[in-house]
């Protein structure tokens, strides 16, 4: 599923117009982002948390040249699965 279907499904379930379940996306979104950015953590019960893991600096290397490089520190978003969404992705296996 991706945004547009989710606004679809959105607009559909709750009988909103498409321009409100868009909006409602958006700010669901843009609202996990800034807490992110700030380095907050989200969590939705059941589904999910997602927080921000910081990486030191390292050295790597270039795959096409095999040459050492210097990879700068970062921060990059830490997605942990919940586990009720576990046991229901794992239920529907067959």
Not at 15 to 42: G, P, Y
Not at 46 to 60: A, N
Request: hydrophobic fraction near 35%.
């Amino acid at each position: 599923m991706n945004k547009v279907q989710l606004i679809e499904a959105l607009s559909k379930e709750a009988d909103l117009l498409r321009t409100k379940a868009k909006m409602v996306v958006e700010l669901f979104f843009d609202k996990i982002s800034n807490a992110l950015s700030s380095a907050d953590r989200v969590e939705i019960r059941g589904l999910c948390s997602i927080f921000v893991k910081e990486y030191r600096p390292y050295t790597g290397r270039n795959p096409k040249t095999g040459e050492p490089t210097q990879v700068p520190p970062k921060k990059l978003p830490f997605f942990k699965c919940g586990k009720e969404l576990k046991e229901r992705v794992d239920h529907r296996q067959i």
